[in-house]
């Protein structure tokens, strides 16, 4: 993979939003994002196929026929075959893995893939109606407001209950704090100019269900946000083709791809059994464990599945994940940096981009140019992850990376 | 009564809702809300009115109608439940041009002009012909609600309970029994409030209550420093100069004359012409007023809420103009303010009503604000001192008059009413 770009994630938090003034709609995502990864890989025409990720267009924007844009982007990608993929919040990681298996399958030597979601075209009350598409619709009627923050909020409760409230409140509210301070290390993140001062002790707000949900706070949650990432993934001779030598792109060394049945509740509150399956699959696939990773992109949508996913990891055990957590572990001087252009929580959650945005800040982090947000990638660690879910705990994506040789 | 005016909108709006979660909490309850209006025009933009503003309400405690409508499986996604819920709202509303069409009511709720004459004799038509022996609420921010008891008959089943405007937003209500008021009827008027979450502020009955008690002193002596300015300046410079003073060097939300151009001018005027003949000892009233009057400069608002011409023209809610009485023409503001300036002197920092009613350390601020204008010896530092010191007067006042039990009363209206940082009774200037 190499090429990768995103677009700001616009949404409150950004100076430059305004929720009663008119903004960017889709189709300026789509085509500033595949112009952000085109112009690097010499236009279009070098493109074989494209790749399109999303989730409710068809709801937030009234727009479905997403592959139909590309030619929009470039004129080069009239007559070439698009396809538009759909797995919720996992549609990004959908659009990496349909990529990678056109290049495998070898009938695609250069795959353009996008993910794109622009959700402030409504109240967030409403939003949460469109969202709540990534759960069993049947199930809807009994489910919260706030859908998903009411599913988390049920395993945030679980998990107080089985391990302890206080301690596991303060790792949410550290994960806040990583997430703000890696944000503002990003220019394009939707946290950027966040400049409170103690972001944990603003996370340890008391949660409010008669408004909100039991047991999260706003800060314990994702943005809604616009925004589009981009990326080319490519076989050698792609690389090739586009000009491009291989310090500059980095290797899929591994991926999966694992579904679970949307009509059933999950089987433990406490465990994210979906991602802990993804991962260990993707490991044994790499031939690696988690000691050679160097860093981590996970699927904070909330940060009770920040915690889950360090524990789904095995990088600590049922229970202690807050310990680890609050040991600085995840921080971006820690032992395996998490999310460290800020992750959903701080960069931002354009629900159908997000797992393109994960695989391009692995891409930024595993050739140098991450910028200010850059950490040190050390030889015993050489590989990154990503780890991009749809709904709760369903679609699961999880790639493994290295910088290509 | 009044349901399409200002207020009555408002209270009309609350009320539905209030009726509305009732009946979805008891489903073998059956309520039924009048809207009754002099004006049909007023009474079909009163129901836009109230379905907008329901959906918004809704927006906000989809939380709690999810519950509510949890046995209505066809009602799934929350914009479901809102399109239910402002449906239900306003089939509980029956708009009438028709006094006889509450006959009948159990519970009569009046918001009309604040004419004595009018109320009486609308009360009375209401109770004549009703079997039901109603209980009548009244917003009535002026009157004596016991002159109303008496002159209508209404032997203790009338209560004053007095919205600040606009009721939907504002927390505050006076509640201002008579003396023979019956005690179940206070006690429903509380619950009522209650399950508003409206701040209720005991008042006596007397004219003005705490509220206008304030605001009609408060605004008189705006009018007299004015006038006093008036051999050094113009008259619309006096007008901003003071209504800067009462804005920015007291820290209000608006200064004074753009609070009586919001209330309305002839609003005023009337209110103090209603309480005037209570007060043996004070002359409230105003002859300024009078003259605008005659000359058509009314203030207030428009049924969509933006601001009419008073002593200010107004663009985007932010004064532009200002209004001169000798030439009847409106003076842009640009042209007055650096003079303003000059002669009032810097303001104490920080220097903003919303920079300090909402910070954590709004108390540190107020003192060290105040205590800034204390050793300033500007002139417009001066005319503020006199003015908090006025302020504070007539807030104790009310209360060694008995039309407040306390200072922390007459303290509450203003904060709570008025949107006021600090309450009157004070000791800034000690």
Redesign the interface.
Known sequence: MTAGYNTISLGTGRKEFHPKKPRPGLEHYIDEAGKGCLEQIGGGKNVDECVIGNFMAARFNKQANLPGFFPMIDPDLRFKPATSVEGACGSGGLALTSGIRSVLAETAEVVLSIGVEVQNTM?A??G??VL?GAGW?QE??NG???YFPGQFSDRAGAYFEKYGREKTRQAFARWYKNAIDNARLCETAQEFHNNTEDLEELAMMEPN????VDHLNVFDCSKVSDGASSIAILSEEGLQACGLTKDQAIEVVAWSQVEEDITKPPQDLTSLTTIRTAVALALDRAGITMAQIGTVETHDCFTVAGLLGVEAMGLAEPGEGADFILQGNTARDGVIPFNTTGGLIGWGHPTGATGVHQAVTIWEQLTGKAGKAQIEIKKDRPYGMSVNMGGDDKTIVVVIYKQAT | MGAAGKMGSGILLLTAMEMTDLMLQNKELKLVLYAVDVSADGLSGLLQYVQSQVVRAA??K?????KLYADR?D?????DV?EQYTKDVLATIRISTHLSDIYDSSLVFEAIKEDPKLKVSILREIDANSQESPWFFTNTSSIPIGELNTDAGLNGRIIGFHFYNPPAVQKLVELIPTEDCKPELIEFAKNYARNLRKKIVPSNDFAGFIGNGHFMRDALHGIIEAKKLNDQFSFAESVYIMNSISQDFLLRPMGIFQLIDYVGIDVVSYIMQVMNPYLPDEELHSELLDQLLTKGVKGGQFSNGTQKDGFFQYKKGRISHVYELKTGAYVPVDEIVKKSESFTGPLPQPANWKQVNFSPGKKEMLENFFSKLKSMDTKGAKLARNYVLESKRIGELLVNTGVAASVDDVNKVLETGFYHAYGPINNYFN
Not at chain 2, 62 to 66: A, N
Not at chain 2, 75 to 79: A, D, K, T, V
């Open positions: 109240k009350i409403y949460a109606d709540a619709f809807r009627k919260h407001a706030y269900g008669k408004v909100f | 927006e906000k989809t939380v709690l109608l999810r499986k009602l799934i996604e929350n914009g809102i």
